[in-house]
């Protein structure tokens, strides 16, 4: 199994500009998703999925959307990138919300 | 609303000795689960230890054990004979099982983490 996989791992973009943060897990979990690190405040969850046609909004989800057309997949997209956005990204699945959550390596995002 | 504080944003240990990190939450719910989840340099987030909130018994894997005080709302972990791959930031986190049945499951609530170096 290669667990939660991410990509890409480093980004630069430029204020305006978008793209879609990739997410991908290969353990069958029903529960996927997303967080955003900054320094001093832990990480903090964006966007949420408890199986595939089913998301929802965390605590931050302005500026970011989500869609679950797999239960494998759980792409992450910024539509218009702003320097606010400069963070680290992780995704993460678990079998059941309060089961182990299993992370994948993160995403660096520079926005400039 | 729940909250997740770890009051020692940095702390130091002296390799092959103990050390003890902080962790207290808020939550009106009853039945929850605790973790702490470790980061080393690699950034990587690696699950430490998990505790059931309607289990007496602490939680203990190897050299890593958790003092859970359920009235008090306390849930420290204990990291004995520290190595330096213990360095990292350690992050508490929270799941409530209604938050579960409300829709919202599995939502960790992460604490703003405690950066340790363990000193040769």
């Known amino acids: 199994n290669a667990g939660v996989t991410q990509t890409p791992k480093f980004q630069v973009l430029k204020t305006g500009q978008s793209m879609t943060l990739q997410c991908a897990q290969d353990?069958?979990?029903?529960?996927m998703s997303w967080y955003r690190q900054d320094p001093g405040m832990g990480l903090r969850l964006i966007h949420y999925?408890?199986?595939?046609?089913?998301?929802d909004q965390g605590e931050v989800p302005n500026g970011y959307n989500v869609s679950r057309s797999t239960t494998e997949d759980f792409p992450l997209r910024l539509l218009s990138a702003a320097p606010s956005q400069t963070s680290v990204y992780f995704c993460?699945?678990?079998?059941?919300?309060?089961?182990?959550?299993?992370f994948g390596p993160g995403t660096r995002l520079t926005v400039l | 609303a729940q909250t997740v504080t770890q009051s020692q944003p940095e702390m130091s240990v002296q390799e092959a000795e103990t050390v003890t990190l902080s962790c207290t939450y808020d939550?009106?719910?009853?039945?929850?689960?605790l973790f702490w989840y470790k980061q080393p340099p690699s950034r990587q987030m690696i699950l430490v230890i998990r505790?059931?909130?309607?289990?007496?018994q602490n939680a203990t894997e190897n050299r890593f054990s958790v003092n859970f005080q359920k009235a008090a709302k306390s849930f420290s972990l204990k990291i004995s004979d520290s190595q330096l791959g213990d360095t990292a930031m350690y992050f508490c986190?929270?799941?409530?099982?209604?938050?579960?049945?409300?829709?919202?499951?599995?939502?960790?609530?992460f604490g703003k983490g405690t950066k340790l170096s363990v000193k040769p």
């Open positions: 993460a699945s678990s079998l059941h919300g309060y089961n182990e959550q299993f």
């Open positions: 353990m069958n979990h029903e529960y």
């Open positions: 999925s408890v199986g595939a046609g089913i998301t």
């Open positions: 939550t009106s719910e009853n039945n929850y689960y």
């Open positions: 505790q059931e909130a309607y289990k007496q």
């Open positions: 986190a929270f799941v409530g099982e209604e938050m579960n049945y409300g829709g919202s499951q599995g939502n960790l609530i």
